[in-house]
């Protein structure tokens, strides 16, 4: 595995470093300052100016939907590899990623719309996300299950014929509350007679459909995260074209794990980069400010977890890199082992630099005149979305004890130079 990142790599870490420096940084505050104003007025669910305004400027800067490769429709998208200390950095600041069109949900939905998608479907929702005119959601979870095995999802999606009526709730639909989310990637079951992964399907369902009904925005540790939102949603008695269908039924369950090992990384990445600017916050904290006679740097207690958040954070980035780079050559499916890992690991690492963070701010680090108290909330959702720690950790044990069952064959990484 090469280390040093290539020269368009580093081209392209300049330029948005110098991007984040110039535009991020200096309108962080104003972006929940505008959020707070339109609360004031009655509605905190409007889309920002300030990310709007900052749109036209990263996609001239050439910091533009960097997320998707081998894809004909988006000539700029890179490799994992080659994403990762990119989408590090806007990991710095939570709403970052929007400006250059790379935020969850939609970044998942446009490579789930690219791979299995008609191409009546990618003209008619891929090209407008792609130019960020519209935001999108993914409608998996749901409130009665433990959505934690996808199996459980009771969602029914059953043909009519041209069309297919839903009927479902669902939950934690990110990005659900924004008014420009226009359409919802749904999964539930198309045959509940049929073997336990060819029952789910999933189906493009526009926002506007009678029937899909937002019944409320979800807090996390009492944020409702407006203008994003993370949604309870009801489908009722929704038809939708047959054509809206994704592949075909029975192929929710592949499309969900092709879906979401893009998605792990992404959430990793920006962790990492989540991380590096609590260490830098911490940092810069402790050496500001004098406790008993000295600086509060230079008492060993901080310094222990100083040295400790930069051995986890350097590990995690690590693992990371390793895992971008195994999707890149061997492919996802070979890289399930790595991509779990990363997903209990990154998360992990972020939370405990942060709460460290957070203990050497005192009281300012959990309020808002700080960033951690939100970055603290958005790693700690992270513990199970797109798959709790648990389910990652069981999968990982199965795939090493498979390693040493009788006749089975080590998988060989490839070969490149620096290897």
């Known amino acids: 595995m090469e280390f040093e990142y290539s020269t368009k790599v580093k081209d392209m870490q300049a330029r948005l470093l110098a991007f984040m420096d110039e535009h991020i940084y200096p309108n962080e505050n104003a972006f929940y300052a505008e ?5 004031a007025k009655g509605n905190a669910w409007i889309p920002t100016q300030i990310i709007e305004e ?9 910091l533009w939907n960097l997320f998707l490769p081998r894809s004909t429709r988006a000539p700029e998208g890179l490799s994992n590899l080659e994403y990762a200390p990119l989408c590090e950095i806007m990991g710095r600041v939570a709403w ?8 969850a949900p939609d970044t998942g939905n446009m490579e789930t719309i690219e791979r299995y998608g008609s191409e009546a479907n990618k003209d008619q929702w891929l090209e407008p996300l792609l130019r960020g005119e519209i935001r999108s959601a993914f409608l998996m979870t749901e409130p009665a299950v433990a959505s934690s095995d996808a199996t459980n999802i009771e969602c029914r999606i059953q043909r009519d014929g041209d069309h297919y009526v839903i009927n479902g709730r669902k939950w ?17 079951k198309t045959d509940p007679e049929a073997p336990r992964h060819s029952q789910q399907s999933m ?23 407006a203008p994003h939102g993370h949604m309870e949603v009801e489908l009722k008695d929704v038809r939708v074209p047959a054509t809206n269908l994704l592949v075909g039924e029975g192929r929710g369950f592949a499309i969900a794990q092709g879906r979401l090992g893009p ?31 000295r600086r509060i740097s ?21 693992l990371t890199l390793k895992a971008a780079y195994m999707m890149d050559t061997v492919g996802n499916k070979v890289a399930q082992s790595e991509i779990a890992m990363i997903k209990v690991v990154a998360p992990n690492t972020a939370l405990r630099v942060i709460d460290w963070a957070i203990q050497a701010h005192g009281g300012g680090g959990v309020s808002n005149d700080f960033p951690l108290a939100s970055m603290y909330a958005h790693q700690r959702t992270l513990r199970f979305a797109d798959g709790p720690d648990e389910v990652h950790r069981n999968a990982i044990a199965k795939l090493e004890l498979a390693k040493h069952m009788p006749g089975a064959k080590a998988v060989e990484m490839p070969v490149t130079r620096g290897s």
């Open 35 to 39: 959020i707070a104003a339109n609360r």
């Open 54 to 62: 900052l749109k036209p400027k990263a996609r001239k800067a050439g």
């Open 96 to 103: 970052a990623p929007e400006v250059f069109n790379c935020a």
């Open 172 to 188: 934690w639909s990110s990005g659900a509350g924004d008014p420009r989310c226009a359409i919802y990637i749904v999964m539930g």
């Open 203 to 225: 189906i493009l369902v526009p926002a506007g459909t009678p029937g899909v009904k937002v019944i409320r925005a979800l807090t996390v540790f009492g944020m409702d995260d």
């Open 263 to 293: 998605g792990r990384i992404h959430h990793c990445m920006r962790s990492i980069g989540a991380a590096e600017r609590a260490l830098e916050l911490m940092c810069r904290r402790l050496n500001d400010r004098v406790a008993f006679g």
């Open 298 to 318: 230079e008492q060993g207690v901080w310094r222990e977890r100083i040295a400790e958040s930069r051995m986890l954070i350097d590990q995690a980035r690590l």
